[in-house]
């Protein structure tokens, strides 16, 4: 009895200690009711320093708390927001904005030209994705209280639309300087961090900012954010009610979730995965620097069926490394390289390489174990001999971009054209390892950067037609992602985007 | 007995001293790179270097391990490289999380597993055999299976208990209670087997010694020399058990918190651990070492308190 009586009585002890150690609280899991919109972000938080702030599936924990300069619609047209009117100079490097008066930070700081230069700067010299987005900016000038002058080293025809999302958001100036923006995030946004029901890690409250100057367009008196990192774990919680909207990560969760009375919505997330071909002048592997062995590539790889297979339905086949709702992309492109593996060994022939040739890849099989035995097969099918370099996958990227393996299995961020073609195909771009090059390429990219309108477009789309053909890359398919809500909720996804925006939530009804 | 303390708490330090060591070199050794995914597939290098540069990433192992240790000294374990949370901060909201959960299922296997061990020791038969046999299941069904099933048939279809997220003690008794119910008994299960066949076998064993046959012929009570006797005899190698049941169930907590959503240190050390994060790993590497040790020497004293012989040794 009296081994009993101590198991018991230490183990209240420990269970007491361990209450006293709670001192805040987590939300008690109850459904939302129609004023409160909880969601179930895929990602952990990051500080609330927008220098360290992320893109994609982060945005959402900086919505509610910080306004951004523009809005983009669910189509990603820019909107006014803080900056009512915008405009470039004749050499397009230098954009003046007028911003709205009367908008104050949640600490009384007025948000004005003085405050958008520390933000843009402050952000500007950051080290994550956000910061990446304004590097082209060299100096902010406060012309007067409402009008800044935004000063880039050369044309970047991204520059407006990522003003619309965290890029462009905006903090207390007052808190940056005093460092304390790190932990507590001070904005001038439709709502304020209730730190009194919020637990770092897993639960972040979000209530009304009062002084807000938008409010119609947040119809939630209350954001509740609660990051769930595991598929099973988030389908729980929207099937019992416990979050309104989260992102299934795994296809084998779509079918439940409908058949619980989920709504689940599909729409383009804007990566493309397929294999990318960094070596397109054939430093390492001599044959792929040959345009007929990568268009062979591309005719090896049924796109359909590893949609289909490899990825559950959740992808639309695609030739193009350009988002589908942007402008560059050209859907009759995608009609290029049907799955021909004959052809492909034709090709392969005439290029002289009857009996292929043998590649190095980077194994990715513990994040994508059927995305990288299609690709295996595949190319073995049409002879080439893939040997598959076993690395941690926490070294996977950084190989990629030291320009160690000539091709591989990769999924890509595609944002609009110009955000693409800075990211993956310039000579310098950070995704061009191996910085290939090509006249033509270069020279649609120079007249690209400068054009407007309708001729940029034109310029985008005669790029990405070009690529196809010189088969720059063997991409599969333009990922889908599919975000479950529960009765009480609506939302319209937006492009260019992995998750859509909270201000994109609606009541049900 | 003082002196026996001192010097497994000394020993105990050495033990936490040794494994962060360990730790923090098999961190730096791995080669990973936590700071491309901090900063995101599209920074640039000079992005990198910066974040490197701001996380002492440049500099050797020597240094970066002295640094850490002094701080570590000072009660400082540093920020989360990818959250910027102060692992003290995310530790003190964590750490109940795991607790709760792992000791409620302590107690619960403790208590099953001992009714379930002695009434099968004394009454065998049938009974035994049904325990053996539910023992055998138990062992054998993994943790995340039950918490799955739990978390679907119990918290979702029929709604009797939340499927997902926790409440602290501090916010509703009730709450609390209802939050930890299914990851708890979902973790119990494993533990409740391996050690009702250990009370078993330990009360056999027990009740087949001579003593006890002694004890009987003087014509001493059942209750008696059940509980008095055959079951303080009994009770250090289930002890035993459930000293390591405890390390095992931190191990198990794992799964069953990715399961039902719940912020513990066992989810938060396997994300940490994937990405690299070290101030993270290391925070819940010593808090969950130290832990073990607290564990171990409350588990001596119960021997010695159990078994004077131990005391004398």
């Known amino acids: ?509 | 007995m003082i002196v026996f303390l001192v010097r497994r708490i000394a020993a105990g330090l050495v033990l936490v001293l040794v494994i962060a060591t360990t730790t923090f070199a098999l961190m730096s050794l791995t080669g990973s790179d936590p700071v491309r995914q901090i900063v995101g597939q599209t920074a640039t290098q000079q992005q990198v270097t910066a974040k490197s540069a701001e996380l002492g990433l440049d500099q050797s192992f020597v240094v970066r391990y002295g640094h850490w240790l002094a701080d570590v000294l000072h009660g400082n374990l540093g920020s989360s490289w990818f959250s910027g949370e102060s692992v003290t901060s995310s530790l003190e909201n964590r750490l109940p999380v795991t607790l709760s959960i792992v000791l409620a299922a302590l107690l619960v296997s403790a208590v099953l597993s001992t009714v379930l061990g002695v009434a099968a020791a004394v009454r065998r038969g049938a009974l035994d055999q049904v325990v053996q046999l539910l023992a055998v299941l138990g062992f054998a069904v993994p943790s995340f299976l039950v918490a799955l099933v739990f978390a679907v048939v119990i918290g979702v279809d029929l709604g009797w208990l939340p499927a997902t997220g926790y409440v602290p003690l501090a916010d509703s008794a009730s709450g609390w209670l209802k939050s930890i119910t299914l990851p708890a008994l979902s973790l119990s299960v494993g533990a409740i087997a391996a050690t009702a066949q250990q009370v078993r076998g330990s009360m056999v064993d027990v009740l087949r010694a001579d003593y006890v046959r002694t004890l009987r012929s003087r014509g001493i009570s059942e209750r008696s020399l059940l509980f008095r006797h055959a079951l303080r005899n009994a009770a250090p190698a289930a002890l035993t058990v459930l000293a390591l049941q405890f390390i095992g169930l931190v191990g198990g907590a794992v799964v069953v918190e990715k399961v039902f959503g719940l912020n513990g240190i066992g989810s938060q050390a396997t994300t940490a651990g994937s990405q690299g994060d070290t101030p993270v790993v290391m925070g819940v590497v010593v808090v969950m070492v130290a832990l073990v040790v607290v564990v171990n020497i409350l588990m001596d004293l119960a021997y010695g308190w159990l078994n004077p012989k131990v005391r004398v040794g």
């Open chain 1, 1 to 509: 009895m009296r081994r009993i009586a101590l198991t018991a009585v230490s183990a209240v002890l420990m269970l007491s200690a361990a209450a006293c150690g709670s001192g805040s609280g987590t939300g008690s899991g109850k459904a939302a009711t129609g004023g409160t919109l909880t969601l179930a972000p895929l990602v952990a938080a990051q500080p609330w320093d927008l220098a360290d702030a992320g893109l994609g599936n982060n945005a959402q924990y900086y919505q509610p708390v910080y306004d951004s300069l523009l809005r983009l619609s669910p189509t990603a047209d820019v909107k006014p927001n803080l900056a009512t009117k915008w405009s470039y100079n004749a050499a397009r490097t230098v954009l003046t904005m007028t911003l709205r008066s009367g908008v104050k930070f949640t600490d009384g700081t007025a948000l004005d030209a003085a405050a958008v230069k520390t933000n843009l700067l402050h952000t500007e010299k950051g080290t994550s994705e956000a910061a990446g987005q304004l590097k082209g900016i060299t100096g902010v000038d406060v012309v007067n209280a409402t009008t800044v002058a935004i000063k880039l080293s050369a044309p970047d025809p991204s520059l407006v639309p990522n003003l619309g999302n965290v890029a462009g958001m905006m903090a207390s100036p007052k808190a940056i300087d005093a460092g304390t923006i790190k932990t507590t995030p001070v904005g001038s946004g439709p709502y304020t961090l209730d730190k009194s029901a919020t637990t770092d890690g897993s639960t972040y409250t979000f209530v009304r900012n009062q002084g807000y100057w938008n409010k119609a367009a947040f119809p939630f008196d209350k954001i509740v954010l609660k990051p769930l990192t595991d598929p099973t774990a988030v389908l729980n919680a929207l099937r019992s009610g416990q979050v309104n909207g989260a992102l299934l990560a795994s296809a084998k969760n779509i079918a439940p979730a409908k058949s619980s009375g989920l709504t689940v919505t599909k729409y383009t997330s804007g990566d493309v995965e397929g294999v990318y071909i960094w070596d397109r002048e054939g430093k390492i592997v001599k044959a792929l620097g040959d345009v007929r062995v990568r268009q062979a590539l591309n005719y090896a790889f049924d796109r359909s069926t590893i949609v289909k297979t490899a990825k559950q339905g959740l992808g639309k086949a695609t030739t193009q490394i350009f988002n589908p709702a942007g402008s560059a992309f050209d859907e009759s492109l995608n009609s290029t390289y049907s799955y021909d593996p004959a052809k492909a060994k034709q090709l392969l022939a005439e290029a002289g390489y009857p009996h292929g040739f043998s590649v190095t890849v980077p194994d990715v099989s513990s994040v994508f174990p059927d995305q990288q035995a299609a690709m295996v097969q595949q190319l073995e099918d049409i002879g080439i001999k893939v040997k598959v370099d076993k690395i941690p996958v926490t070294q996977f990227i950084s190989a990629l971009l030291a320009g160690k393996y000539p091709l591989s299995y990769m999924t890509l961020a595609s944002f609009r054209p110009w955000d693409t073609i800075q990211i993956e195909v310039a000579k310098s771009a950070l995704w061009n390892p191996l910085h290939s090059s090509d006249p033509k390429v270069t020279d649609l990219v120079t007249k690209a950067q400068s054009a407007t309108g309708a001729a940029q477009d034109a310029l985008f789309k005669q790029l990405n037609t070009y690529l196809v053909d010189q088969a720059w890359n063997a991409p599969w398919d333009s990922v889908e992602a599919t975000y479950a809500t529960t009765k009480g909720v609506t939302f319209t996804p937006q492009a260019f985007a992995a998750v859509p925006p909270i201000y994109n939530f609606k009541p049900a009804g």
